[in-house]
Structure formats: structure tokens, C-alpha cells
């Protein structure tokens, strides 16, 4: 029997029927607070990948050659492609750009729980705004977002320039080894890593860096730091706004392209991966040929809150199963039709059956039964029956509808 790809999965209706509800909640906050839909290829030219991030990021991909011989990559992430979007389609409109995708991603990863080789992100891209009001406004959204999906989480912020302050005077891959470190808290690695540099002075700097929750705290760990009346506003506003949130300045982020304020949010119930969010502020789009632009944008794992919400979110549709003899047939056709013009989910019987097996069908399948036989089809009334309590009535059709949306059928 053939399967699906390693780290793909098949969503039957009742996790599609999840999965719009939540992403449905997220557009509708999207749309809030300004963030409308764009939609980009889900292959590119390998290079826009390769450009920012290097050679090496092709292990994490799926790439490929094209029967012309073009390079391309499935894409692992939407900002890169966003950013080149921008530039072939729209540089010259008024700024700022408030876009936000919901698209599946790629990334050849080894598949675990919450970690998939296909994964859907939805994420918002600001582009063209380069303040402490705008990256406060990118971090309350995410708020906003992850609070809309009822997930529990918490959010964490920070920002690139105390560690690159501190790192200054090493080499970037030297820099990097620094980070890997810090990043697994590693602080025995950190301290051969230092000695090996002639560097061991910065590991108390760096670990007291890592673990500090407080601003003016980091500021006196890191020394001046360029723009720090910016993050000293965007805190402000975070604070002011009530987002419930801790200050990290051990954050890296694994993608290339950050500059400045970074965030992450991680849910409370989930293993290994538990990292819902990923964001921050970034330049992409001079890598591109387009001119400079500040942008600030975050991407939501939304497997992974799918993961952390479990089973308990999603509220089934009322089903109402449309059951008939072959003289109520014509009445029921309509009485089906009316019900779905109404709003409400009504299905009727397509394989021929007697009205007995209809109904044990239904037993198993809906809320609700309507019956119509030769009686109802003259009457032009329908019989409701509750196929949970077994309560069954003779109704005219208004009023059968009226019972029906009481249940919260057609929602
Ligand atoms: P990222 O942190 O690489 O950032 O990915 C965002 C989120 O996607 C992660 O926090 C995680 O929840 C989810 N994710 C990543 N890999 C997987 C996977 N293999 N399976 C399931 N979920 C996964 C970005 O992609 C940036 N483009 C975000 C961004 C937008 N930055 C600025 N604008």
C-alpha cells in the first residue's frame, strides 16, 4: 500500500474542520488591524534562499532542477519571498505594507512531533516602517493572534544588538559558535570556546547577558548600544498595551536576515518543539536589487498550535439528515434545499435505501432527522426527530427550522 512522504500528513475533515476554525480566527485578527492577504509561489529560485543564508541552508531544503534546467527550492519560509514580491510588484506604493499569508512551508527536517517536512505558517510582513511604534505594533499583534487561537503561551523579546555589542570584536563564524552555545546553554562549551579566542573575559558578560530580564540591567551588561532609545520606546509601548511578556536578550533567531528586536513565543504544553512563533525586525530587500526597507514581521507555527490546542476547541457542525420514502422524495429535494439556503447542513440519502435504513444510518451520522413520506409530502409539514433524545415532533417547516437553530444548527 502506498503512503504519504516522510513528515507529510493527510488531515481527514474533523482536523480540516479544526484547522479552519483557528485559521479563520487569525485572518479576522489580521484584518483588524490592517494586515491583508498576499500569496506567493510556492517554488523560487534556489538564489533567493542561497543569497542570505549561504550554501549550507540547501541541506534544510527541498530543492530541485526544472526540466529547463533552473534551480528552484520549495520554500522553507514566505518572508524571503514576500520581500521579493515587494520589490517586483510593488516598491513604489505608499508605505507602510501591512501583509500577512497563511501557506505551507518545506524544510527537509527530521520529523518529529510538532516538526514536519510540509507546515503551514501564518505570518504578517510590515514593511516600510521604521520605528518603535511599528515594531511594538508587530509584537502586539502576535499577541493578539496566538490569544485569538485560545493556545497558552509565552511570549519572550529581545533584541540583537546587546549580543552583537558584546560580540563585536570576533569574526562572524566565531561569533556564531559564541551563539550556538549561549543558544543551548552550553556555558562549559562557551568557556573552551573563549579560552580558545584569548576571550574569556566576555563569558561572564555574555551568561549574565543570557539570564538578565531587566533593560537597564542589559544596557549596563552591554555598554552603549546603537538605537537604544528606540527599544527603550518599544518597551514602553509593550508595557503600556498590557502585553504579558519577558525580556530575553538570549534570543538569536536561526535565520539570517534580523537586525534589531527579535521575539519568540513558546507554548506551555508542547515537548521539544514548542516554539509556536518566530519574529522580528529585518532587511532583505537591498539582497534583492530593490532599495533598502525596513521590515518587521513574525510567522506562527500553526501546526504546532494545532498541536498545543489538542482536541478541545472545535465545535462539530448540526447535522440533519434528510430522510424520505420514494413519494416524499420531491418535498424532500426541496425541504434539503431550503435547509442549506438557510445556512443549515443538510444531507440527504444517495444510496437507494428503505426509509428503516435511512434512519439507522442517520442514528450514526446526525444530529437530526427529517422524515417525509407520502403524509408529510401532502401535508407539506416535515417530522423532526432528535437523534439524541428521540424526541420526535410533526412541524411545519418554518418552525422545524426555527427547533433545528435552537440545537445551533446553521450556526
Ligand atoms: P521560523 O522561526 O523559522 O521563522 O518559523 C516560524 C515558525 O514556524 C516557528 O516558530 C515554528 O513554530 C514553525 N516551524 C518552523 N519549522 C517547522 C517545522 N519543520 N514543522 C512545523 N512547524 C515549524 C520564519 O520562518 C520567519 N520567516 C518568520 C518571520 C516573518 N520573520 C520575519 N517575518
Not at 475533515?13 to 506567493?40: H, S
Not at 502576535?142 to 544588538?161: I, Q
Amino acid at each position: 500500500m502506498l503512503q504519504k512522504p516522510r513528515g507529510t500528513r493527510d488531515f481527514l475533515p474533523d482536523e480540516m474542520e479544526a484547522r479552519r476554525t483557528i485559521e479563520w480566527r487569525l485572518r479576522e485578527v489580521a484584518r483588524r488591524w490592517g494586515y491583508r492577504e498576499v500569496c506567493t509561489p510556492e517554488f523560487e529560485d534556489l538564489e533567493l534562499f542561497t543569497m542570505r543564508s549561504g550554501e549550507g541552508i540547501i541541506e534544510e531544503m527541498y530543492v530541485f532542477t526544472d526540466k529547463g534546467g533552473r534551480s528552484l527550492a520549495l520554500r522553507p519560509e514566505i518572508t524571503a519571498s514576500v520581500i521579493r514580491m515587494y520589490i517586483n510588484e510593488a516598491k513604489v506604493a505608499p508605505k507602510p505594507l501591512r501583509w500577512c499569508y497563511f501557506a505551507d512551508c518545506f524544510r527537509y527536517e527530521r520529523p518529529q512531533k510538532g516538526r514536519y517536512r510540509q507546515f503551514w505558517q501564518f505570518g504578517v510582513e510590515l514593511i516600510g516602517a521604521d520605528t518603535a511604534l511599528a515594531d511594538a505594533e508587530v509584537i502586539m499583534l502576535a499577541a493578539d493572534m496566538l490569544n485569538a487561537t485560545g493556545v497558552s503561551y509565552e511570549l519572550k523579546v529581545g533584541h540583537l544588538s546587546f549580543m552583537k555589542n558584546l560580540l563585536m570584536d570576533l569574526e562572524p563564524p566565531a561569533q556564531r559558535k559564541v551563539m550556538a552555545h549561549l543558544d543551548k546553554k552550553d556555558y562549559d562549551g562557551l568557556e573552551a570556546t573563549l579560552g580558545a579566542m584569548d576571550k574569556s573575559d566576555l563569558g561572564n558578560s555574555l551568561i549574565s547577558l543570557v539570564q538578565c530580564r531587566d533593560l537597564s540591567e542589559a544596557f549596563e551588561i552591554a555598554g552603549t548600544i546603537p538605537g537604544q532609545e528606540r527599544i527603550q520606546q518599544t518597551i514602553t509601548l509593550l508595557d503600556a498595551a498590557g502585553i504579558n511578556y519577558s525580556l530575553n536578550f538570549g534570543i538569536a533567531r536561526g535565520l539570517d536576515y534580523y537586525t534589531g528586536m527579535v521575539f519568540e513565543a513558546f507554548a506551555e504544553n508542547l515537548g521539544a518543539e514548542n516554539q509556536i512563533l518566530g519574529g522580528g525586525t529585518y532587511r532583505l530587500a537591498h539582497l534583492f536589487g530593490g532599495d533598502d526597507v525596513a521590515s518587521c514581521g513574525f510567522a506562527i507555527g500553526f501546526d504546532r498550535v494545532m498541536v498545543s490546542l489538542g482536541e478541545t476547541q472545535h465545535k462539530q457542525d448540526v447535522v440533519i439528515a434528510i430522510t424520505c420514502t420514494s413519494e416524499g422524495r420531491n418535498h424532500a429535494m426541496e425541504v434539503a434545499r431550503t435547509l442549506r439556503n438557510a445556512g443549515i447542513r443538510a444531507e440527504m440519502d444517495l444510496m437507494e435505501r428503505g426509509l428503516g435504513a435511512q434512519l439507522a444510518h442517520a442514528a450514526k451520522s446526525a444530529d437530526f432527522a427529517i422524515v417525509i413520506g407520502q403524509r408529510e409530502a401532502e401535508s407539506r409539514n416535515v417530522t423532526l426527530k432528535n437523534l439524541h433524545s428521540g424526541e420526535q415532533k410533526t412541524l411545519d417547516l418554518p418552525s422545524a427550522i426555527a427547533e433545528v437553530a435552537s440545537h445551533g444548527a446553521g450556526r
